[in-house]
């Protein structure tokens, strides 16, 4: 089976040495770095904005994958863009106008990716899906790390992967939320390519990111 990209998501570190940490994933073998960016109204928790993408910036020279659970999406577009974010994903439901959003992110240079939370359908990416660069297909929730997989995603997770293959584009499928030794494989079996890990990458302290990077790479 391929081996999946892994995106930890920063959301489980230590966030009183985030720029440690961030050095401490890279060294250890993360492909991309993934931001959780949550507002306190689209989704029920708040974390962190542009400022801190900035600061984490000089700590890696890895893809910053940031994932913006706010609304509105349009307004902090070019801030986090100025700020460093490499692909930036972003929930349509967070917007009226998801396309045009799609296309403010080409304009700014930077890759566009599209989340599906889990009770939203495949069919949302049918008049997108030729101008993005990833699909995100969340396998919880948004708001919290250390949740549950969703299994029903797996379907989802197929779903998507025909309409890539079918769009001949070089698309990403990403998937995030509960991603475990024993969730890894499931996703890579029915088509995904990166895998973001949050509990999964930083369990057990820095000394252990190596393994637990390994261990999900080797899983898929
Ligand atoms: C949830 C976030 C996830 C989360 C994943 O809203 O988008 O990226 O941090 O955490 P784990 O891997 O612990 O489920
Ligand atoms: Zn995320």
Redesign the pocket.
Same mark, same amino acid.
């Given at each position: 089976m391929a081996t999946p990209l892994i995106s930890p998501?920063i959301l489980s570190a230590d966030f009183a040495r985030l720029g440690e940490e961030v050095r401490a994933v890279d060294a250890a073998g993360a492909d991309w770095i %993934?931001v #959780?960016v949550m507002d306190g109204h689209f989704v029920p928790n708040l974390t962190i904005g542009p400022g801190v993408v900035k600061a984490l910036r000089p700590h890696s020279a890895k893809p910053f994958d940031v %994932?913006l659970m706010i609304e509105p999406v349009d307004l902090f577009l070019e801030a986090f863009a100025a700020a460093g974010a490499d692909i930036i994903t972003f929930h349509p439901e967070a917007g009226p106008h998801a396309h045009r959003t799609v296309q403010a992110i080409k304009a700014l240079g930077k890759q566009a990716g599209i989340a599906l939370n889990p009770a939203t359908p495949a069919k949302m990416l049918d008049y997108l899906i030729d101008d993005i660069d990833l699909v995100l297909v969340m396998s919880v929730n948004p708001g919290f790390g250390g949740q549950s997989f969703i299994s029903s995603q797996l379907r989802k997770i197929e779903a998507v992967r025909k309409m890539i293959d079918k769009s001949g584009r070089r698309v990403h499928l990403e998937v #995030?939320g509960g991603v475990d030794l024993v969730t890894a494989p499931q996703c890579v079996s029915a088509g995904a390519d990166v895998l973001?890990a949050g509990t999964a990458t930083f369990k057990g302290g820095p000394e252990h990111y190596a393994a637990n990077i390994a261990a999900l790479k080797g899983a898929g």
């Open positions: 998501s %993934h #959780d %994932h #995030d973001v």
